[in-house]
């Protein structure tokens, strides 16, 4: 059985505004009905796989289990890195965690965040390798590049060691365009893919060798995890002093054991938007609508509205991306769409929050978003999962008025405990102990008008609360 480590972080610079730190893209619906991080837990579901091991960042757990949730997969384990240390720590940690339990066991090493078309050849591709992995190699996988791309790395396949499986001569940095049409003129270069089949011991093995401070600082890290509603939650003091580096650089460039296996499959890292245009549906023009969006004399262009509030029309648009959301909007030339990265610096450093919140705040019990905020009143739309509920809290400087709008709400004010349906509205005094619940079997949505002199998020006295927060 090979056990799916599903890496699951990332800044979510590159597809800004609609991915942001606070929910980058492998959670978005990006090309489909499926989150990127969705399609990648599915596409390992079956004979041969375990129950894939996820692993996080901490303001990303109850997303990914919600997710997980939606799409009917269970996770073996959510591991919660206190912080990103890039790929090696991570990588090193699922396999020590494997190794625990099965000294045998085989891991995937899978980025969440990349687009395969046939989920079925990429498993026969990990078919193929299996063997070599077996053997004691680290197999890799290499994509069959379909132009001279500059924003992926390569890899140079050497001498077939199993069938269908090359020794890896070397990892090639990203070229420039000169170099790149040297490396698509060769059949033997391969776009890198970023995923690793291994037996766990032999990946700490070569960590061992390569890495040694990184896998001293994981094992250390691992040793004062401690177990957090389901989740294993690493130690934080310990994997702050990990030394940051990826896979790659860390390991895999220095290990002589390593294989690639060429997948043939159609395959993207959605590394920008110019990666989603080419990867979208297009007209005869070419150009890629999503559903609120409109197209006049436009060629070659991305227009996508993220809100049924929001029209986007476009009018005699050549080579450009357009994404309009209910809080931002970003407009590039196509060829200049991967400097997003610098356009959100620009807006973090002016302190604009839309450089990294995205307006749907999740939540352990649903979410919520802003709809209105004024100096002193905001209106938010909250959602609320069947069988879940928020904290028994207070707040010191701000009343509520709950209006619900679906579902049902059971609503604590002090000693009160009300049961509301729709359209029926309660109002919470300032200071009084309060809590909402969702005490039926579809989603709860209320709407919450909030008045006072301070309405942020830190205003709140928990009291009692089922996922442990403070």
Known sequence: MITPILLCGGSGTRLWPLSRKSFPKQFADILGEQSLFQASALRFVGPGFADPLVITGNEFRFIVTEQLAECGVQASGIMIEPEGRNTAPAAIAAALQVAASNPGGLILLVPSDHAVADPAAFRAAVAQGLPAAEAGQIVTFGIQPSRAETGYGWLEAGAVTHP??????????????????????????????????????????????????????????????VADLGFTRIEAKAWAKVPEDSIDYAVMEKAANVSVVRFDGHWSDLGGWQSVWQESAQDEAHNALSTHATAFDCENSLLRSESPEIELVGIGLKNIVAVAMHDAVMVADMSDAQNVKKAVATLKARGAKQAVQFPKDHRPWGWYETLILSDRFQVKRIHVHPGAALSLQSHVHRSEHWIVVAGTARVTVDEKVQLLTENQSVYIPLGAVHRMENPGKVPMVLIEVQTGSYLGEDDIIRYEDIYARS
């Open 164 to 225: 269908g499986v090359h020794h890896l001569n070397r990892f090639i940095e990203k070229p420039n365009a000169a170099r790149a049409a040297e490396l698509f003129a060769a059949p033997h270069n391969l776009w890198n893919a970023g995923v690793f089949l291994a037996k766990a011991t032999v990946l700490i093995a070569a960590f061992a060798e390569h890495a040694p401070a990184i896998l001293a600082g994981v094992k250390a890290a691992l040793d004062g995890a």
